[in-house]
């Protein structure tokens, strides 16, 4: 079989024979070429993939504060210029992020040091920022218009106004809101009498704001009993609304959670259902023609605010209505709005519901996830491929499967042993990694800490449960002198000056996994090639007296699999613990099964930590279980994410030290650094990413993972190695197209292109797929080892240089190509866009001699031919490429 550069200069010969034929012919008197010159559409690739839209949001609008005067004249109050972003609205998933940010806007005062749910109505003029289902614009049908009851809240307060005094209705003497609105008792119509009877009291207002839900529920929002289930007291996810932050320069920002009809039926969000992120800038209540006398009423409405701009409002003080995010429905604040479209992608049952096919399994790595989301329809959805599944599990587990024959192929990041004489190609399908992911609040209402960096040792010391955690952990055997926590060594506060010194148990650990991972092994080789770092796991103390856990003293690295060692169990007068005894350092580390767990975590600020007793008076027994979420304002989290997690949910990244001074974060440029160090030890095993290197490269980040479908040469069906074949392709050619649609490459991974760092993996990939489809055994055993790779095709060596590879070995220019629509404030990686392929013509203006002609052409077409079938990946036909 030829390799993939013979193949290519085979296709690259018999082009030129035909060209040289159309060149003739055009010499003999064809006039010049142009942007229609069948000389450039011959060397131009027949199908290039429609752009996709442009994603994102940003308008401006001018918002103003007026009062009705006495004599009949309007004063302007205040008068703002504000614009709003969003980076993202198209395809977005549940519980995605989107970073929403505004200027130009009134600075707040009374800052909340939770702005969430209902903790966020002590504030004066913040930015409303919540989901709402529905559309605005003029041609939008009714049923289908955005309006304050499509709106979510997850609280009574944030919606309605309950037997409120005259003073506190301000509603009523809004200059913008109708007559209707103006009564004592207003909002939903008709009043719901028998369920809301305590809400209508003479003497008191009530405004009541219903929920309309998807459905057709009305909830009337008088009490928590008449609120949408998902609004309940100890609800599944944290409320999504925020009253946010502005600063004294009127800038602000939110990384705004999105929920689906998966995690919000009521809401009803879908791919069809239509929805919006509305914003509503708080500049304060338009107020009527005041009474005469004036009223308590008209006085409130007129407030300016008591809270200076840029203050805090720990103690939860009261603040003017007039100017608080309470009102957000009142008309003089929603008619401020800023509405962003938005939609949703497929869910993630859709190849179930729509494709009855049985599917084709991969098994293995949870690092290709949210690729796979995106992936997967691009495949039931056509009939000419088969149906992909990813069955996520641990990766060794997977690549079991598939050596037993049970799985078809498996999802991995990293060498595993094969069977003797059982041949297995590695495919390179995807560039992505693993982050330490982090939420971690600055003191004093200070917000939320984005520079993170951490070095190996520190790593290796949450790892090694090395710090206390708590007095109940100051009594274990060799470790009195450590820190209770990360946030008071001094090593993290001389790297993270200005954080809350003030422990917690979350601080003591890093949530990692419970079960075998590429991801542990790569964590654990990259603690391990530091000097300081295996010093200090092999009994070595840091400079400033720490020492590690003597049960993981010496513990061999790297590692795919993290154990608990430790087995002290405190001894304490506490009645919990001394009915429940249990090994406390286990219970602060509480590892998870898989990398979702630990991003949502880290998305719901809630430790894993199971040190939480509880006693239970009905069955008078104490139970021990997670601890409670943390408190905006005080929130300190670590764990370990993959990178497409880490993009969807908004996560923070890390930067993680390289070398003395060098604290690198995962980024297009430094993944592709990293995938430029990498090196196999023979065709069709896997590219290697020696941590030493990245060490002395600096600029390399040290979680770069390549995920591989791993796969027999031999032994398939015809039928599986097509499909495991056609995906290979599909995924290394329109797979690596950046976007949010289906097919294409999502945030948090690294595009394969055919130049730069990545292209020998797309070399490889070609040449595995083909392997793959061929199901024939190599001619020629391949010594024994790891990994089952044949030696690939036509190769004797084993070089570190794949075939078809035209860049020279130890090259040390990356793609340059920057990202696009990543978040200049965030390091967490996102996929930049492949180059578009330019059209080339013979630049020739007007008839030249023939002989000429023909010599031009021919060597422009012999390049640009050379450039196109030696670097171009091919492009996937309808069943295959």
Known sequence: MRGPAARRRHRLGVLLGVLLAVVVSLALGATAGSAADPLARAITPAAKAA????????????????????????????????????????????????????????????????????????????????????????????????????????????????????????????????????ERVSGIDPFPAEQCADADVESYSTHLTEFAAAGGTVFPACDSESMPPEAAVGAA????????????????????????????????????????IVVVPIVGLSCDTPSTPISIADRACRKLGRFAPGSSNFANEGVDQAVSPALWWSESNWRNRFSIPITFGLPPDTCDVLDTRPPTGFYGSELLAQAALQWSPA?????????????????????????????????????????????????????????????????ENGGEYTQLKLTP?????????????????????GMAGNPVSIL?????????????????????????????????????????????????????????????????????????EWPLLDTYVPQTQNSCRQANPAV?????????????????????????????????????????????????????????????????YGLRAAALQ???????????????????????????????????????????????????????????????????????????TEGQRPGSGNGELPAGFLPIRDTGPTAKLLDAADDVADAIEAQRPPKTSPPAGPGGGDGGPDSSDGGTTPP???????????????????????????????????????????????????LGLLAGVYSAASRFFVRVPRRPEAGGR
């Not at 519980?95 to 929403?100: A, N």
């Not at 693993?434 to 939420?439: E, P």
């Not at 941590?691 to 993972?705: F, I, K, L, N, W």
């Open 237 to 276: 996810f944290p409320p999504a609304e925020v009253a946010a932050y502005t600063d004294e320069n009127g800038a602000g920002s939110v990384k705004f959670e999105v929920r689906s009809d998966v995690e919000n039926e009521s809401l009803g969000c879908s791919h069809t259902v239509e929805c919006s």
């Open 51 to 182: 752009p996709a839209g442009k994603d994102g949001f940003s308008t401006t609008k001018t918002l103003t504060r007026t009062f009705a005067e006495a004599d009949g004249q309007t004063t302007t109050v205040a008068s703002y210029d504000v614009t709003v972003r969003a980076d993202r609205t198209q395809n977005l998933r549940g519980r995605q992020r989107v970073r929403i940010t505004w200027s130009g806007a009134q600075p707040s005062g009374g800052r909340a040091s939770n702005p969430y749910g209902e903790n966020g109505l002590a504030q004066e003029y913040p930015v409303v920022v919540m989901q709402c289902r529905g559309r605005d614009g003029a041609g939008v049908p009714a049923a289908r218009q955005l309006r304050p009851e499509t709106c979510w809240t997850a609280s009574v307060a944030q919606r309605s106004q309950v037997l409120r005094s005259d003073g506190e209705a301000l509603w009523r003497v809004d200059r913008f809101e109708d007559e209707a609105d103006r």
């Open 804 to 854: 078809g590879d035209l860049t020279p070995p130890g090259r040390s220019t990356p793609d340059t190509t920057p990202p696009t629509g990543a978040p200049t404030q965030d390091p967490v990686l996102t996929a930049s866009p492949t180059a578009a392929t330019t059209t080339v013509d013979s630049g020739i203006a007007g008839r030249l001699l023939p002989g000429l002609l023909a």
């Open 379 to 443: 495949y039931c959805l056509d009939t000419k491929r088969f149906k992909f599944q990813l069955n996520q599990m641990p990766d060794e587990a997977g690549w079991n499967l598939m050596t037993s024959g049970e799985g078809p192929a498996a999802v991995v990041s990293s060498e595993h042993t094969a069977l003797a004489g059982q041949p297995i190609g590695y495919a390179p399908t995807a560039v992505t990694g693993f982050a330490v992911g982090y939420v971690i609040d600055r003191p």
């Open 488 to 560: 008071n060594d001094p090593e993290f506060v001389e790297l993270n000056p200005g954080l809350s010194r003030i422990d917690q148990e979350a601080g003591a650990t890093l949530l990692s996994l419970s079960t075998s991972a590429d991801v542990v092994e790569q964590l654990t080789s990259y603690i391990a090639q530091n000097r300081e770092a295996s010093a200090f796991v092999a009994g070595k103390a840091d400079p400033w007296g720490m020492v590690v856990n003597p049960s993981y003293r010496k513990i061999e690295l790297p590692r795919a």
């Open 584 to 648: 406390y350092f286990n219970q602060l580390a509480a590892p998870v099964t898989t990398l979702r767990k630990i991003a949502e975590a880290l998305l719901d600020s809630h430790p894993n930590v199971q040190t939480r007793c509880d006693y239970d008076a009905s069955t008078q027994q104490y139970k021990v279980g997670r601890i409670d979420r943390q408190s905006f304002g005080a929130r300190f989290l670590l764990g370990i994410v993959s990178l497409g997690d880490a993009e969807r």
């Open 658 to 732: 390289t070398k003395p001074g060098r604290f690198v974060p995962p980024t297009a440029q430094s993944l592709a650094n990293a995938v430029d160090l990498t090196t196999q030890k023979r065709t069709r095993l896997p590219f290697v990413l020696d941590q030493a290197d990245v060490a002395r490269s600096g600029g390399a980040y040290p979680g770069t993972m390549v995920v591989y479908t791993a796969a027999k040469l031999s032994g398939l069906d015809a039928e599986t190695a097509g499909h495991l074949a056609q995906f290979v392709r599909v995924s290394t």
């Open 457 to 477: 040792r520190l790593l290796a010391k949450l790892l090694t449960q090395s710090y206390v955690g708590s007095d109940l952990g100051r009594g274990h055997p």
